[in-house]
T-cell receptor
Framework: NAGVTQTPKFQVLKTGQSMTLQCAQD?????MSWYRQDPGMGLRLIHY???????DQGEVPNGYNVSRSTTEDFPLRLLSAAPSQTSVYFC??????????????FGPGTRLLVL | AQSVTQLDSHVSVSEGTPVLLRCNYS??????LFWYVQHPNKGLQLLLK??????LVKGINGFEAEFKKSETSFHLTKPSAHMSDAAEYFC????????????FGTGTRLTIIP
């Protein structure tokens, strides 16, 4: 298994540009999520999904869109990038159904710089 | 609602001495608790997890943590620090009910002094 994969590893954008961060997992996990990591703030949940066609907002959803058309993929879209979105983005996935006991597996991260 | 407080943003220990990273949590429901480690410019790796079975949990690389409900704590320990333990450590709580979201602490940076 490749686990959780993310592309690209690093991206530079100009303010106002759009882009999609890709996330894929090959473990047939129902639950997928996106986090951003900023210095001194730990990881904060942006959006999550409990299955294909089902998404919901996390703690910091503004400026981001998601969709989940398949079990494997969970892309994160920035429609109009802002410097405040400079961060490291992590995708994670896990099984559901054991009352929160399932381990979430994290991708390697995408480092985004918005100028 | 749930939250996690990591009591130290930075801990320094000498190689070969014990490590203690402190974590307190709050949760409206019986929680699952995790410790993740992040080495520089790397992703997050699970060290160990508590899921309402044994209160003393053993993880990888000699780490362990004890769940103390009365103190709402889940401190991470290791008897003898190694240089390779230098990293950022995150305490995480996940509700055992509902949408099962993770809530992260702000992290503790562990430095090992040779």
């Amino acid at each position: 298994n490749a686990g959780v994969t993310q592309t690209p590893k690093f991206q530079v954008l100009k303010t106002g540009q759009s882009m999609t961060l890709q996330c894929a997992q090959d473990m047939n996990h129902e639950y997928m999520s996106w986090y951003r990591q900023d210095p001194g703030m730990g990881l904060r949940l942006i959006h999550y999904s409990v299955g294909a066609g089902i998404t919901d907002q996390g703690e910091v959803p503004n400026g981001y869109n998601v969709s989940r058309s398949t079990t494997e993929d969970f892309p994160l879209r920035l429609l109009s990038a802002a410097p405040s979105q400079t961060s490291v983005y992590f995708c994670a996935s896990s099984y559901l159904g054991r009352g929160g006991k399932e381990t979430q597996y994290f991708g390697p991260g995408t480092r985004l710089l918005v100028l | 609602a749930q939250s996690v407080t990591q009591l130290d943003s930075h801990v320094s220990v000498s190689e070969g001495t014990p490590v203690l990273l402190r974590c307190n949590y709050s949760s409206s429901y019986s929680p699952s608790l995790f410790w993740y480690v992040q080495h520089p410019n790397k992703g997050l790796q699970l060290l160990l997890k508590y899921t309402s079975a044994a209160t003393l949990v053993k993880g990888i690389n000699g780490f362990e943590a004890e769940f103390k409900k009365s103190e709402t704590s889940f401190h991470l320990t290791k008897p003898s620090a190694h240089m390779s333990d230098a990293a950022e450590y995150f305490c995480v709580v996940r509700a055992n009910f509902g949408n099962e979201k993770l809530t992260f602490g702000t992290g503790t940076r562990l430095t090992i002094i040779p």
